[in-house]
């Protein structure tokens, strides 16, 4: 294992691509750092300051992001999903928060994952991994960490809208003009729907040391 090893885990929201690039990094002894709180972050406190991010300027709320933000139990929110695609779409915000993301894993490597870690952040990096679902799969899996009771009489409704949701903000993603979600041309897709955490880490680990050896 090199020590700059630098692993990219993209992909859209509620994939899975979280809990593989925590696991990876806690199987390989890297840092770990998602980086799509990043961005919640900056939306949240964006949020909480009274100002709409489809309209007001992110930059100097993304400057102020610090490790206590990406600690908040709030940021896992619809609201903050749609604050998060539209600050992360201002050029001056990402320009902040790519510098953040290359000092994070330019001494020591670490494992990342969001959106256009290996398109954009890395697009050396060692090891690129697309993980995928199927909206439906993606919109259960938020409904279950959003909810207080899963048994709610609503559920269906309500994973139904969380669907739309999630489709709207891919939809979003994939269009902007800024560093736009998509896999990088080197990436290997994992899709997820019908595999568990330790299957999706199994395949993972091959995946990585087929890469660096």
């Given at each position: 294992?090199t020590q700059r090893l630098v692993i990219a885990v993209d992909g859209p929201a509620a994939a899975?691509?979280?809990?593989?690039?925590?696991?990876?990094a806690e199987a390989l002894g890297l840092p770990y750092l998602d980086t799509g709180l990043l961005?919640?972050?900056?939306?949240?406190?964006?949020?909480?300051?009274?100002?709409?991010?489809?309209?007001?300027?992110?930059?100097?709320?993304?400057?102020?992001?610090?490790?206590?933000?990406?600690?908040?139990?709030?940021?896992?929110?619809?609201?903050?999903?749609?604050?998060?695609?539209?600050?992360?779409?201002?050029?001056?915000?990402?320009?902040?928060?790519?510098?953040?993301?290359?000092?994070?894993?330019?001494?020591?490597?670490?494992?990342?994952?969001?959106?256009?870690?290996?398109?954009?952040?890395?697009?050396?990096?060692?090891?690129?991994?697309?993980?995928?679902?199927?909206?439906?799969?993606?919109?259960?899996?938020?409904?279950?960490?959003?909810?207080?009771?899963?048994?709610?009489?609503?559920?269906?409704?309500?994973?139904?809208?969380?669907?739309?949701?999630?489709?709207a903000r891919d939809a979003a993603d994939s269009a902007r003009a800024t560093a736009p979600l998509?896999?990088?041309?080197?990436?290997?897709?994992?899709?997820?729907?019908?595999?568990?955490?330790?299957?999706?880490?199994?395949?993972?680990?091959?995946?990585?040391?087929?890469?660096?050896?």
């Amino acid at each position: 294992m090199t020590q700059r090893l630098v692993i990219a885990v993209d992909g859209p929201a509620a994939a899975g691509k979280g809990t593989l690039a925590r696991s990876l990094a806690e199987a390989l002894g890297l840092p770990y750092l998602d980086t799509g709180l990043l961005y919640r972050a900056t939306g949240r406190r964006m949020l909480d300051a009274g100002h709409d991010p489809a309209t007001a300027p992110a930059e100097e709320f993304a400057a102020g992001v610090g490790m206590e933000d990406l600690r908040r139990t709030d940021l896992r929110v619809p609201e903050v999903d749609r604050a998060a695609s539209l600050v992360a779409a201002q050029p001056a915000v990402r320009r902040v928060l790519v510098d953040v993301q290359r000092r994070f894993a330019g001494a020591h490597g670490a494992v990342l994952d969001g959106r256009d870690i290996g398109t954009v952040i890395f697009p050396d990096a060692q090891v690129k991994l697309y993980i995928t679902a199927s909206a439906r799969t993606r919109a259960e899996r938020r409904w279950e960490q959003m909810a207080a009771d899963p048994d709610a009489p609503d559920r269906a409704a309500r994973i139904a809208q969380v669907e739309r949701e999630i489709a709207a903000r891919d939809a979003a993603d994939s269009a902007r003009a800024t560093a736009p979600l998509r896999p990088a041309d080197d990436a290997v897709h994992i899709e997820t729907d019908h595999l568990d955490a330790a299957a999706v880490l199994a395949e993972a680990l091959r995946i990585v040391a087929l890469k660096t050896r």
